[in-house]
């Protein structure tokens, strides 16, 4: 699976920004799909997961509340839905994929890797 990231930008404090992961090579429903990001200074963390079904979600308690993750398998594409961010949401976003049909919180579970999209939010 080849995974292209996107949607990444610079938005104020309180703004709003979608983020795309788009998959191509295999059978994209049957992979479980994450996102994480990594700010700078700090290790890679999870943000967000969906399973293969879009059934099962979860996030990180640092975004609950305020980020969506759903996916359309149709079109072989994950989404992020990012509201109310914050300064402290500052990084640069990848999305993963895992030949399971579930998506853990863990990054060594995770089989593909985006090449990633930065998000800068300012005060």
């Known amino acids: 699976v080849q995974l292209q990231a996107s949607g990444g930008g610079l938005v104020q404090a309180g703004g709003s920004l979608r983020l795309s992961c788009a998959a191509s090579?295999?059978?994209?429903?049957?992979?479980?799909v994450g996102w994480f990001r990594r700010a700078p200074g700090k290790e890679r963390e999870f943000v967000a997961g969906i399973n293969w079904s879009a059934t099962t979600t979860n996030y990180a308690d640092s975004v609950k509340g305020r980020f969506t993750i759903s996916r359309d398998n149709g079109k072989n594409t994950v989404y992020l839905q990012m509201n109310s961010l914050k300064p402290e949401d500052t990084a640069v976003y990848y999305c993963?994929?895992?030949?399971?049909?579930?998506?853990?919180?863990?990054?060594?579970?995770?089989?593909?890797w985006g090449q990633g999209t930065l998000v800068t939010v300012s005060s």
């Open positions: 090579g295999r059978t994209f429903s049957n992979y479980g």
């Open positions: 993963a994929a895992r030949a399971g049909r579930f998506a853990p919180a863990i990054v060594s579970l995770y089989d593909y």
